[in-house]
């Protein structure tokens, strides 16, 4: 007598990859968020793909898994996904510090935040 099925935390028609650990501020891991919301898959790979922001290759990695998820674990057609949410969060925060004049010490703060992309399967308009 095993446990019992989680139910999906997300819907039938949509499926989702979160990556965690991404070592970036929030605050500039959202303005490629932002580049991605509500776009096409394969517009949204294009434009992380020609993106000059550094963190851009990790966001392609997630949203290229968050795709994977959606064709092999969920049977979605990959031609019709949008990026329907991409949200950022925030991790843990390395605290460093550096000398400074008469004393003080100046502090340094690391963060690291974490994506969550969520694509949706959309029918296609006649």
């Known amino acids: 007598m095993g446990k019992e099925k989680n139910p999906r935390r997300v819907a039938d028609n949509e499926a989702m990859a979160k990556t965690r650990m991404l070592r970036v501020s929030p605050q500039k891991l959202n303005l490629v968020a932002q580049m991605i919301r509500g776009k096409k898959v394969d517009r949204a790979l294009a434009d992380l ?3 000059h922001k550094r963190i ?3 966001v392609k990695k997630c949203l290229q898994s968050a795709i994977a998820n ?7 057609d990959v031609d019709n996904l949008i990026v329907a949410e ?3 969060g925030k991790n843990l925060v390395m ?3 550096r000398p400074r004049a008469r004393g003080r010490y100046g502090r340094i703060m690391k ?5 969550t992309i969520k694509v949706r399967q959309v029918e296609e308009q006649a």
């Not at 963060?111 to 994506?115: A, H, L, R, T």
């Open 49 to 51: 793909t020609f993106s």
């Open 95 to 97: 605290k460093r510090g």
């Open 86 to 88: 991409a949200w950022v």
């Open 70 to 76: 959606a064709e092999n674990n969920h049977s979605l």
């Open 56 to 58: 851009a290759g990790d």
């Open 111 to 115: 963060p690291f935040s974490e994506i």
